[in-house]
């Protein structure tokens, strides 16, 4: 599902990554693990082509990523769902709305697009908040809007910068679960977190980076 | 087969739903700039106003001037030695000659008794050529070229007034070009700036969707319409104030007599539609450019 063979990523005079090697199979759960400026960030935007690395390989689904022309780019991030950190729900629509709005842009039929919103919102557990506004939503509610969007068009590749990062640790279980919940459905999975009680509860894959280089990679590890 | 059929209407009722959807994020771009439009296409629509005032001035003042100057002529005196056909003859074969009409003595005589009260006296006039060029620009060169004939004793013609007509001809062209110019640049810039402030309010949602992997050019079409938009918008508010200056403008010729052509009127508009619309699609381009990377 995802290969990278001795990528590096320099910002100016300082490396985000230094001659990773990965292979992630599909339908695996893992854990990005390291502290802020470890090159988790840096390592997720390389998959959807936020960023370039400096040399190296970067395949998602066999798709040689760097080498993708602009033009192709839209059709690799269809075939993933992002979450991010900070949510980026647009504040004034409804939760149906930001979890409908991308794929209507893609031109799914109003049907499919009621039936796509409905199910993933089923599945974090929010189909009765349909015609809520982000603000009356707390934290953990608005990140699974986030996780339903990310869900919405079937990718078979979710990425979670940071998901849990502005949550209490009771809600960002339940994030947890939902995600694992996603996994069992054999969406690929990757999360990166630096919240060691949560990569040890769930005891997945984890990707150990330090300074840009893989320090640690076990299955069914822990962190810290 | 049939599959292949069903797999076309399938592509081709996605791509509806996206035209419309491009539509829709049009609109709500244009909703969302607010009272800012009211600034925008007011101020665009004063623009076209000008121009298109300027432009149906100028192709009536075109008109007028080709009317008139086409009824300007050379009075050409023939010395009385001279035979008149052969005298017309050899200007006829001149440059940008029209019509070479022969006057002769007699009846200018005739014509003038008819009108003063003269002595009997032996007629002293000249026999005389009316000269009318194809051209009115060209009046003075084909006069110059006449008045040094052999046959010449003098020539006549209202120079003033071709030298003003064709000043004031090229004045109003020239113009045309100017404003035409600067109002390009000024449609473009009020766009180019309104559009940035759409995508610096729409920052979110743009990243949210480049990033879910929506089309480049579906992110930035509604921008480009939008743009057209307004122009579109502008224009047909400014056909207004333009629609009774036309009126005016019938009046005008309706004193000269020389018709009025209603074509010239739609040209206008036409103009002012293409115009605006390509130049508010430019200056979304612009701003695209600078502001909207994807």
């Known amino acids: 599902m995802i290969n990278l063979r001795g990528v590096n990523k320099k910002y100016k005079n300082t490396y985000a990554l230094r001659n990773v ?204 | 087969m049939a599959n292949l059929g069903n797999f076309k209407l399938k592509l081709s009722v996605t791509q509806y739903r996206i035209a419309l959807r491009v539509l829709i994020e049009t609109f709500k771009g244009i909703k969302q700039a607010g009272i800012v439009n009211i600034f925008i296409v007011g101020t665009m629509a004063a623009i076209l106003m000008i121009f298109g005032a300027i432009f149906r001035t100028s192709m009536s003042l075109g008109s007028l001037v080709g009317e008139l100057g086409n009824v300007l002529e050379i009075s050409v005196y023939l010395k009385p030695n001279a035979d008149p056909q052969e005298s017309a003859e050899a200007i006829r074969q001149m440059e940008h000659i029209q019509r070479v009409k022969i006057i002769a003595k007699e009846n200018s005589w005739y014509d003038m008794k008819d009108q003063m009260k003269l002595p009997n006296i032996k007629n002293p006039l000249p026999d005389a050529l009316h000269v009318r060029v194809d051209d009115q620009k060209y009046i003075k060169s084909v006069a110059n070229e006449i008045v040094g004939k052999s046959y010449v004793e003098d020539i006549r013609y209202a120079q003033d007034i071709a030298e003003k007509i064709r000043v004031v001809s090229d004045i109003s062209h020239t113009a045309t070009v100017i404003v035409l110019g600067v109002v390009g640049f000024l449609t473009m810039f009020i766009i180019n700036n309104t559009i940035q402030l759409v995508i610096q309010s729409r920052k979110k949602e743009i990243e949210i969707m480049r990033l879910m992997g929506v089309s480049n050019w579906f992110i930035r079409l509604p921008y480009v319409l939008q743009g057209s938009l307004y122009g579109i918008m502008a224009t047909m508010i400014a056909i207004i104030p333009l629609s009774i200056l036309q009126g005016y403008i019938a009046q005008v010729h309706q004193f000269f007599g020389i018709p009025n052509s209603q074509d010239s009127y739609f040209m206008m508009i036409f103009l002012l539609f293409a115009m605006s619309s390509i130049f508010g699609a430019l200056g979304s381009l612009l701003s695209i450019k600078n502001k909207l990377k994807i």
């Open chain 1, 21 to 224: 090697n990965l292979d992630i199979q599909k339908g695996e759960f893992v854990f990005l693990v390291g502290s802020s400026g470890a090159g988790k960030s840096t390592l997720m935007k390389l998959l959807y082509r936020e960023e370039l690395p400096t040399s190296g390989n970067v395949y998602v689904s066999g798709v040689d990523v760097p080498k993708l022309p602009d033009n192709k780019v839209p059709y690799l991030r269809r075939n993933m769902g992002i979450i991010f950190q900070d949510y980026k729900l647009l504040e004034k629509q409804t939760i149906y709305d930001n979890v409908a709005f991308v794929i209507r842009a893609l031109g799914v039929s109003s049907r499919e697009v009621d039936n796509r919103v409905k199910s993933a919102l089923k599945i974090v557990n929010l189909s009765h908040k349909l015609t809520s506004k982000p603000k009356e939503l707390s934290g953990g509610e608005q990140q699974r809007v986030g996780i339903a969007r990310a869900i919405v068009n079937g990718p078979s590749l979710l990425i979670a910068d940071e998901p849990t990062g502005n949550l209490d640790p009771q809600t960002s279980l339940e994030i947890m679960e939902i995600l694992d919940k996603i996994n069992s459905r054999g969406i690929t999975v990757l999360v990166s977190t630096h919240d060691h009680a949560m990569v040890n509860h769930f005891r997945k894959r984890v990707i150990t980076l330090e300074g840009g280089h893989v320090i640690k990679d076990v299955q069914a590890g822990t962190y810290g």
